[in-house]
């Protein structure tokens, strides 16, 4: 089944422990892009990755670091969480960043204290 | 800078009610609209985009350039067509999906 896959999907941590949200295609898709999303602000751009090795700041990319060292993978880390960092994540894919639908993973709740 | 505009937070009818979810875009170049969805407790998905003019699940959706509009419409909403609904914008000359803040319909029997 073609599908994007976050893990994990709940996730509670204490500010300033790094923590990595993984992402994972299977589509062979090329574009891959976190956002997050915010009540009253809908869903804001971190990072994309265009392909493997290309990565580019999005809307909100302060706090955050992506690589893309395989196709299929776009992990998202955090190397020091802030309170303000609490949100609802999502990975996506698609065959290229423009007219293309995108697949989008399931969500990643986290929660920092 | 591209950006999205979805004037309602919250859209609340009636089944069989008509349903209009405005949306509207700023970018000067030729842009591409698409709509997603997500349900409760789903993922978020496409609903349609307008390079195809499609009718899915009997929502469609025009792109008007004079008024920069690509509002999504049923005449007959029904319960399950609750959900969150964004409208996106992608175009010539950048490689990502601008989002709106979204609209929540919510179809009361």
């Known amino acids: 089944e073609a599908q994007v896959t976050q893990n994990p999907r709940y996730l509670i941590t204490v500010t300033g422990k790094k923590l990595t949200v993984t992402c994972s295609q299977n589509?062979?898709?090329?574009?891959m892009s976190w956002y997050r999303q915010d009540p009253g602000l809908g869903l804001r751009q971190i990072y994309y990755s265009m392909n493997v090795e290309v990565t580019d700041k999005g809307d909100v990319p302060e706090g955050y670091k992506v690589s893309r060292k395989e196709k299929r993978n776009f992990p998202l880390i955090l190397e020091s969480p802030s309170p303000n960092q609490t949100s609802l994540y999502f990975c996506?894919?698609?065959?290229?960043?423009?007219?293309?639908?995108?697949?989008f993973g399931q969500g990643t709740r986290l929660t920092v204290v | 800078a591209q950006r999205v505009t979805q004037p309602e937070k919250l859209l609340s009818v009636f089944k069989g009610a008509p349903v209009e979810l405005k949306c509207n875009y700023s970018y000067s170049g030729s842009p591409e609209l698409f709509w997603y969805v997500q349900y409760s407790r789903q993922r978020l998905q496409l609903l349609l985009r307008h390079i195809s003019r499609e009718s899915i699940k009997g929502f469609t959706a025009d792109l008007n350039k004079g008024e920069t509009s690509f509002h999504l419409k049923k005449p007959f909403a029904q319960e399950e067509d609750s959900a969150m609904y964004y409208c996106?914008?992608?175009?010539?000359?950048?490689?990502?999906?601008?989002f709106g803040t979204g609209t929540r319909l919510l179809v009361s029997p």
């Open positions: 589509m062979n898709h090329e574009y």
């Open positions: 996506a894919s698609s065959r290229d960043g423009r007219n293309t639908e995108a697949f």
């Open positions: 996106a914008l992608s175009g010539t000359g950048f490689q990502k999906l601008v």
